[in-house]
T-cell receptor
């Protein structure tokens, strides 16, 4: 079957660094995306990795290892506004239902303490 | 921000009634998606569209239908609402079948 595993909750301290892991099991793989969602809000795109390695965008970085079916999102210099849920998503092609859907993880709730 | 609106933003309805949710985009993106989000399940795809009048089923399509008569509008219909369809519904768009999807603000639906 197809699945993405990520921790349900992570707690960190303001100003620290936190890593949110995502492991996936899919029949195909075209890339790993990360989305952020604040409570009551809509998911917003953060980053995308199609190739192995680290992609950096400001305080956020995302890493992918295709051989390990593993990726992570790294958040540095944590701020209270980073308190949100973070979702990883994989485009799996082809699938039982369609060629154009993302497979989503259940999300990791990041709690930041002062 | 991508120009995506959803209407209504909140709705309370009774079991057995039909409900239609609307997604409107101003980005002229080809792909549009309807998701539902429930605690512990992340986002689950209901239906998607890859062009005008071109739609396909997603993971949880039973009890839902969609229509897309114009590029900018994608409608989701609950043919006969049930309490299990109480959820938050998100519309998303993407320019191509690449990974970046842009989401609307969501519709909170309560079926009594």
């Amino acid at each position: 079957g197809q699945s993405l595993e990520q921790p349900s909750e992570v707690t960190a301290v303001e100003g620290a660094i936190v890593q949110i892991n995502c492991t996936y099991q899919t029949s195909g793989f075209y890339g790993l995306s990360w989305y952020q969602q604040h409570d009551g809000g809509a998911p917003t795109f953060l980053s995308y990795n199609a190739l192995d390695g680290l992609e950096e965008t400001g305080r956020f970085s995302s890493f992918l290892s295709r051989s390990d079916s593993y990726g992570y999102l790294l958040l540095q210099e944590l701020q209270m506004k980073d308190s949100a849920s973070y979702f990883c998503a994989v485009r799996d092609f082809p699938t039982t239902y369609s060629n154009y859907q993302l497979i989503w993880g259940a999300g990791t709730k990041l709690i930041i303490k002062p | 921000d991508a120009g995506i609106t959803q209407s209504p933003r909140h709705k309370v309805t009774e079991t057995g009634t039909p409900v239609t949710l609307r997604c409107h985009q101003t980005e002229n993106h080809r792909y549009m998606y309807w998701y539902r989000q429930d605690p512990g399940h992340g986002l689950r795809l209901i239906h998607y569209s890859y062009g005008v009048k071109d739609t396909d089923k997603g993971e949880v399509s039973d009890g839902y239908s969609v229509s897309r008569s114009k590029t900018e509008d994608f409608l989701l219909t609950l043919e006969s609402a049930t309490s299990s369809q109480t959820s938050v519904y998100f519309c998303a768009i993407s320019e191509d079948w690449g990974e970046t999807q842009y989401f609307g603000p969501g519709t909170r639906l309560l079926v009594l």
